[in-house]
C-alpha cells in the first residue's frame, strides 16, 4: 500500500446487502431510497465508509451477482438518479462508498452473452467461453458451485459454455482483449460517477486452462468434480495486475478481493504491496468447511501467521460476517444463553485486531440465524443445491434440512429488524424473505435507547479506534496464557499500548496475574451490563479491553 493510499487504514466499513437493508415503497424488497433513509444510522455508528453490494440491472437468478447491465440501476432497487442521491449524501456525511464488482461472469441476459450466444461469427463471440462437446457430452467432468455440470449446450453453436457458478452466470473470457477493454472502460466509468473503492467478486478464477482437463478431485454425490486447477492461476494475477495499472492506483481507489485463498502465501500473493494487486483481500471459505473446522486457536494462529506475512507491506481486511456466511453470534458465539455477551465479544475481539474492520448489517444488533421449516422457503441457490447434495449423499430430508439451516447464506440476508413491528419496520409489504421473529426483542429501536446494548458497544468500538492509534497502526502481540480458548492480546505504538483479553468459551476462566500487571484503565467490557469487568477470572464469553501501563508483552509463536 503507498503513502497516498494510507487513508484505507482508518477505514470502518459497514456492508449492506440492499435487497434486505429496508423497503422504501413497501414491494418487500429493499431499495436505494430505503438506504438513503437509514444512512443516519451509519452516522450514528460511526462508519466512514458502505460497501454496497450489487445494484445493478439483474434478472437475479443469485440476488444481483448476476449483471445484465452493469452501467444501470436493478429497477426494483431505485434509479441511477436515487443512486447519484446516495453517492452525495454519503460524501456529504463523510463517509466513502464502494459498489461491488462482479466481473468474472455476468448474466446469461446480458447483451454481450445475447450476442455471443447468437453464433460463432458474432464479434462478441469470444467474450465468453466455448468449447465443442467430446463425444457429445460436456468437454470435462467440472462442477458448478450450485450444482451439476459447469457447462451448458447451446444448440445454435453446437458448443457449450462455462459457468463456474449458476447457468444463468456465465463466465467472462478474460483471455479476449476486446472484452478487457469494456470491463476497464466500465470501471473508469464508475469512478468517473464519484465511487471510492469496490470489493471485486470471486475474483481469483478470471484465467482459466485452456485444456480444459478433468478435475482428478474425488466427485460430489452427483458425479461431477470442482476443478483442481482453477483459482488463483498466474493468468489471474497478471489480470488484476492489469487492471490495478490502468485504473485502481491512478485514480487513488480502494480494493478489496474476494478470493479463494486457502494458504497464506497464496493470501499474500493478492495484497503483497510490492505485487500491486489489491489492498486487501477477503478470503472465502465455504460456510460447511468453516464450520467444520474453526476453533479458537485456528483462529489465533491464523491471524498470527497473515500477520508476520504481511506486517511490513501489506494490510488486512478483518470481518466475522458477510453475505456469505452464516451469522456470527450464531456461528463463532452463543445465540440464546449468552446472545448478548458473546455478541459483544466477537466485537470486540475483531476491532483489537490490525486491519480494516467490516460490519455486516445487522452485525451490530446482534442478529441471529433463523431456521426456515422448509427447504422451499430459502431463496439462495447454494443451499438449494447443497440440500440436493446432501440428499445424494444419504442423508435423511430432515438431518440434511437441518445441515443446510446451519450453512445457509439466507441466515445473513433475512430482512434488518430496524424495530418490534410483524415485518421487523424492514417494509410495510410482503417482505422477500422472513424476517426473523426475535425483532421483537432484537431490533435497533430498542438498542439505540439502550446504554449497555451490543449496538452501543458497536459506538464505543469504532469511537476507541478513531481516537486510538494503537488500534489503528499499533503492532500486535499474542500474549501467553496457557489456554487455546483464552486470548490475550496487545496493540502498541510508541506512545500508547492496550491490552485485550477474550474469553472464547463458556467456562470462567483465570487471566495470568503476570498479565494483569501491565494493565491499566479499562477501556471497554463486554459485561457493562453487570457493572464491566470484575477479574481476575473472566466470565463466559468476556472480553475486557485495558489501556496498558507499558508496551512489554510476549509474543506468540
Excluded at 501467521?305 to 506486517?311: G, V
Excluded at 456466511?325 to 449468552?338: A, E, H, I, M, N
Aim: with cysteine; glycine share 6%.
Amino acid at each position: 500500500m503507498t503513502a497516498e493510499k494510507d487513508w484505507i487504514k482508518d477505514l470502518i466499513i459497514y456492508q449492506i446487502y440492499p435487497r434486505s437493508f429496508c423497503d422504501s415503497n413497501g414491494d418487500g424488497i429493499g431499495d436505494l431510497p430505503g438506504i438513503l433513509e437509514k444512512l443516519e444510522h451509519l452516522e450514528e455508528l460511526g462508519v466512514n465508509a458502505l460497501w454496497l453490494s450489487p445494484v445493478y440491472r439483474s434478472p437475479n437468478d443469485d440476488n444481483g451477482y448476476d449483471i445484465s447491465g452493469y452501467q444501470e440501476i436493478m429497477e426494483e432497487f431505485g434509479t441511477m438518479e436515487d443512486w447519484n442521491h446516495l453517492r452525495d449524501a454519503c460524501h456529504q456525511k463523510g463517509i466513502r462508498l464502494i459498489m461491488d464488482l462482479v466481473v468474472n461472469h455476468s448474466s446469461d441476459e446480458h447483451p454481450w452473452f445475447e450476442e455471443s450466444r447468437s453464433s460463432k461469427g458474432n464479434p462478441k463471440s469470444e467474450y465468453y467461453i466455448w468449447r465443442d462437446p467430446v463425444n457429445g457430452k460436456a468437454p470435462n467432468n467440472w462442477a458448478s458451485v450450485f450444482g451439476g455440470s459447469a457447462w451448458e449446450y447451446v444448440p445454435q453453436r453446437d458448443q457449450y459454455y462455462f459457468h463456474y457458478f449458476s447457468k444463468k452466470q456465465p463466465d467472462l473470457n478474460w483471455a479476449s482483449p476486446q472484452l478487457r477493454e469494456e470491463i476497464f472502460s466500465m470501471i473508469e466509468w464508475w469512478v468517473d460517477k464519484g465511487v471510492d473503492g469496490f470489493r471485486i467478486d470471486a475474483i481469483s478464477y478470471l484465467d482459466k486452462p485452456q485444456d480444459f482437463p478433468d478435475s482428478s478431485l474425488p466427485p460430489l454425490p452427483d458425479g461431477y468434480a470442482f476443478p483442481d486447477c482453477l483459482a488463483g492461476r498466474p493468468g489471474t494475477h497478471a489480470y488484476i495486475q492489469e487492471m490495478n495499472r490502468r485504473i485502481y492506483a491512478p485514480c487513488n481507489v480502494l480494493t478489496v478481493g474476494e478470493v479463494s485463498a486457502p494458504t497464506t502465501d497464496e493470501l499474500s500473493n493478492y495484497v503483497n504491496t510490492n505485487r500491486e494487486e489489491f489492498d486487501m483481500a477477503i478470503p472465502f471459505v465455504p460456510p460447511m468447511v468453516e464450520i467444520d473446522t474453526w476453533s479458537p486457536e485456528k483462529l489465533k494462529n491464523d491471524i498470527w501467521e497473515s500477520y508476520q506475512a504481511l506486517k511490513e507491506s501489506g494490510w488486512w481486511a478483518r470481518f466475522f460476517s458477510n453475505h456469505d456466511k452464516p451469522r456470527q453470534v450464531s456461528l463463532y458465539g452463543d445465540d440464546s444463553q449468552y446472545w448478548e455477551v458473546s455478541a459483544k465479544f466477537l466485537a470486540m475481539f475483531l476491532h483489537s485486531l490490525p486491519g480494516t474492520p467490516f460490519i455486516y448489517q445487522g452485525e451490530e444488533i446482534g442478529m441471529t440465524n433463523l431456521k426456515l421449516s422448509s427447504i422451499k422457503d430459502y431463496n439462495d441457490p447454494d443451499t438449494q443445491n447443497r440440500y440436493r447434495q446432501l440428499i445424494l449423499s444419504g442423508l435423511s430430508p430432515e438431518a440434511a434440512l437441518a445441515r443446510a439451516q446451519l450453512e445457509s447464506r439466507d441466515n445473513a440476508r433475512t430482512p434488518m429488524q430496524w424495530d418490534s413491528s410483524a415485518n421487523g419496520g424492514f417494509t410495510t409489504g410482503q417482505p422477500w424473505l422472513k424476517v426473523n421473529p426475535n425483532t421483537v426483542k432484537i431490533n435497533v429501536a430498542a438498542q439505540r435507547q439502550d446504554p449497555h446494548s451490543v449496538y452501543q458497544c458497536y459506538r464505543k468500538l469504532i469511537a476507541l479506534r478513531k481516537g486510538c492509534s494503537a488500534l489503528s497502526r499499533g503492532a500486535l502481540s499474542f500474549l501467553e496464557t496457557g489456554k487455546a480458548t483464552l486470548i490475550a492480546l496487545s496493540r502498541s505504538t510508541e506512545t500508547e499500548t492496550l491490552l485485550a483479553f477474550h474469553n472464547f468459551s463458556q467456562e470462567h476462566q483465570e487471566i495470568p496475574t503476570a498479565l494483569l500487571e501491565h494493565a491499566g484503565e479499562i477501556l471497554l467490557s463486554s459485561y457493562d451490563r453487570v457493572g464491566g469487568y470484575c477479574g481476575p477470572t473472566l466470565r463466559p464469553y468476556e472480553s475486557v479491553i485495558f489501556r496498558g501501563k507499558d508496551g512489554t508483552g510476549t509474543q506468540h509463536n
